[in-house]
């Protein structure tokens, strides 16, 4: 008899987080959360889950955000019946980010239907839809912090204030392993920086068998500020913003950093820091969001401005019609324009986007983590121009970042965390980061906490441990992994997109067609010389369907 845990996402990436514990009474699943990034790391969403989702006995959530929480409805979908535990602000958030998710499945499946029935191909099935996730809301069964609770049997679990979002929580769990002992465990969920607008600090007790930490900003650490000094911060961009002329775009996440932003931006035109002329949260799910925060305010610290003082200054616009989102296309300078998602791969953000990419006097700016191969870590990066649409976008705006909205802990403050959470008898799981940061911060946790190379490991996608009270006994890899490992930061999807822009760059900067059709002809040649390539093998739906190997547009 033992206890197993599996690393079904997060591992070895930032999204898609899933843990699956197997004990001699079930088991159950931490998370399950969307995979974001580039067309490589999302497609695993639409792979079988490595498990029968009919098998599980309950699902424990750790926060609302989209890549914990977006693969709830597939999980439903597919046969999953029994209760989802979160905490009260998070199930709140849920009712809402749910069934949008599911609006955006169906409208990105419609999209590509079009696509295809053009080519004659077959349409595509949604991810999941609406009605999938109001499914999915009636299994949610909220908990208080810090009181224990048995969902299942010869499981107790406990959570604990994580500092990222609302309801946001690190869990702990207790699973006897049927052999009269029990196997302690702590998941970290997202981790809140120490300074942050609206929260405490996270919490939680110490000395556990295992420990599973978030890795995100491993190696990277932010400058100390404090709220007044982001403020100020975010007062010289917006000035800057609007001296150039023309108007400010802030791709942001729905939940949380619209919240902040809305506050600090209303704080500062209150103030009279700032002046612009209409502040836009183009957002229907931001809008709903911020009136759960309305519900739960009796839980955040730091809030100068009520929901109310701030949303009574004519100039703030919440947008929810699709006209009204198209509307703000006409308007050329003197806007703040803030909206969905904040990694810019989906959502109206893209829209702005490309409306406002190519004026010299318009600012983009970046206020959350990019993941790699989205639309915003590639504008990040520095790139001349962008494929938005099937459209090539200069990159002409100013594109600028600014680190202190991060809702995640920072070097220093991972290691901190850790260190108070110590010891840990078995070993230390770093998770939820790109290899290099969790490197950095298996680096220090071993320099600085003593901690041995074989007490700080770093699970790549469905590993699975056998877990012991004195340390890990057993270490199991797939036979094949869901995914090239090495195609996880950029992608042959990226690599095209890229390609093709610089080749539409090479023609239309030839000095004529003689040598346009030299550089076409060189390229053939090329080709050839790799030799004939079959056909791709089509590939296959949730549902089973064979579906063609796609070539983004």
């Known amino acids: 008899m033992s206890v197993t845990l599996h690393f079904h996402g997060a591992s070895g990436t930032v999204t898609g987080s899933c843990y699956r514990v197997e004990h001699p009474g079930g088991q159950f699943l931490i998370d399950c959360g969307m995979f974001q990034g580039n067309k490589t790391v999302r497609d695993l969403n639409y792979k079988d889950f490595p498990f029968d989702p009919r098998a599980l006995d309950f699902a424990l959530l750790t926060h609302a955000h989209i890549d914990h929480s977006g693969l709830l409805p597939k999980l439903s979908k597919h046969g999953f019946t029994n209760t989802i535990w979160a905490t009260e602000p998070t199930c709140g958030l849920l009712e809402f980010m749910l069934p949008d998710s599911g609006g955006i499945q169906e409208y990105e499946a419609e999209r590509e239907t079009r696509k295809r029935s053009r080519r004659g191909d077959p349409p595509m099935e949604p991810l999941y839809t609406k009605e999938d996730a109001a499914d999915t809301l009636k299994l949610l069964r909220g908990v208080k912090y810090e009181e224990w609770i048995e969902p299942g049997k010869g499981v107790r679990v406990r959570y604990w204030n994580a ?120 957002s229907p799910l931001a809008s709903k969001v911020t009136e759960v925060y309305r519900k739960h305010a009796g839980m955040f610290e730091d809030v100068e401005l009520s929901a109310d003082q701030l949303f009574n200054d004519p100039r703030f616009r919440i947008v929810q019609d699709v006209e009204e989102s198209k509307a703000i296309n006409k308007i050329r300078g003197g806007a703040i324009i803030m909206s969905a998602s904040g990694m ?210």
């Not at 990222?164 to 869990?171: D, K, N, W």
């Not at 500062?268 to 836009?280: D, S």
């Not at 121009?385 to 991972?414: F, M, Q």
Request: proline share 5%; glycine share 10%; aromatic share 6%.
């Open 163 to 282: 500092g990222h979002i609302l309801g946001s929580a690190s869990i702990e769990v207790e699973v006897d392993d049927g052999e009269g002992k029990r196997i302690r465990m702590l998941f970290s969920g997202d981790l809140g920086p120490e300074h942050k607008v609206f929260y405490l600090e996270p919490d939680a007790p110490a000395g556990f068998d295992y420990i599973l930490s978030e890795s995100t900003y491993g190696g990277r650490e932010r400058p100390e500020y404090t709220l007044e000094e982001r403020r100020e911060a975010m007062k010289t961009e917006v000035n800057a913003a609007m001296e150039r002329g023309g108007n400010l775009v802030i791709p942001t996440f729905a939940v949380e950093r619209s919240q902040e932003l809305l506050h600090d931006i209303g704080t500062l035109i209150h103030t009279g820091e700032i002046n612009p002329q209409l502040v836009f949260l183009d």
């Open 344 to 553: 810019c791969d989906a959502g109206r953000i893209k829209h702005h986007l490309k409306n406002n990419l190519g004026r010299k006097n318009s600012t983009v700016l970046f206020v959350g983590y990019q993941a790699p191969g989205t639309l915003g870590q590639i504008i990040q990066s520095g790139a001349r121009d962008v494929r938005i649409h099937s459209s090539v976008i200069p990159v002409r705006a100013e594109v600028r970042s600014l680190g202190n909205y991060s809702a995640h802990a920072d070097h220093s403050e991972l290691e901190d965390w850790v260190r108070e959470r110590l010891p840990a008898h078995g070993a230390v799981f770093l998770t939820h980061g790109e290899d290099e940061e969790r490197s950095a911060l298996r680096d220090a946790l071993m320099k600085n906490e003593g901690l041995g190379g074989d007490q700080v490991l770093m699970p790549l996608l469905d590993d699975s441990f056998e877990l012991k009270a004195e340390g890990v006994s057993d270490k199991t890899q797939p036979k094949s992994r869901r995914v090239d490992l090495n195609q996880v930061a950029s992608d042959w999807h990226n690599g095209y997109s890229s390609f093709i822009i610089d080749l539409s760059n090479q023609l239309q900067g030839a000095d004529d067609d003689a040598r346009r059709l030299e550089i076409v002809e060189a390229l053939k040649a090329r080709l050839a010389e790799l030799g004939p390539v079959a056909p791709p093998l089509p590939r296959k739906t949730q549902a089973g369907k064979a579906e063609p190997v796609e070539v983004d547009e």
